[in-house]
C-alpha cells in the first residue's frame, strides 16, 4: 500500500525550530521528486522545498536559509529541519511526491501522493 506518513508537528514560540519526517511506504522517495507542502487557512496550498531524484534542493524564498530538506533513502524518509520559525510559518504541513514536470517549481498541481498533514503552529 502507497503511504506518506508526515510527524514532527507541534506548537513553539517564534525562533524554535522543528524537524517534520515523512515515511513512505509502498514506493521508493529515492524514485521521485519529494516536496514539502503548506497550507494555512484561508490560503492555498504553497510548495516550501523539494529534493529532486539527483538530490538537488530548492527552497521557497520564504523559508530559504531557515528550513532545509532532506531525505534518506535508506530510511524512505523525507525530513524537514525548520529552525527560525516564524509565526507566518503557521500551517498544516504536507509531503508528497510530485511529478517531474512540477519538481522545479514545487507545484501542488504536481502532487502524485500526499500524506495527511501535520499541524505546525508558532506563537509570538
Known amino acids: 500500500q502507497v503511504q506518506l506518513v508526515e510527524s514532527g508537528g507541534g506548537s513553539v514560540q517564534a525562533g524554535g525550530s522543528l524537524r517534520l519526517s515523512c515515511a513512505a511506504s509502498g514506493f521508493n522517495v529515492s524514485s521521485y521528486c519529494m516536496a514539502w507542502f503548506r497550507q494555512a487557512p484561508g490560503k492555498e496550498r504553497e510548495g516550501v522545498a523539494r529534493?529532486?531524484?539527483?538530490?538537488?534542493?530548492r527552497h521557497a524564498d520564504s523559508v530559504k536559509g531557515r528550513f532545509t530538506i532532506s531525505k534518506d533513502n535508506a530510511k524512505n524518509t523525507l525530513y524537514l529541519q525548520m529552525n527560525s520559525l516564524k509565526p507566518e510559518d503557521t500551517a498544516m504541513y504536507y509531503c508528497?511526491?510530485?511529478?517531474?514536470?512540477?519538481?522545479?517549481?514545487?507545484?501542488?498541481?504536481?502532487?502524485?501522493?500526499w500524506g495527511q498533514g501535520t499541524q505546525v503552529t508558532v506563537s509570538s
Open positions: 508528497a511526491a510530485v511529478t517531474a514536470a512540477a519538481c522545479f517549481a514545487i507545484q501542488a498541481l504536481g502532487g502524485i501522493r
Open positions: 529534493i529532486a531524484r539527483d538530490g538537488s534542493t
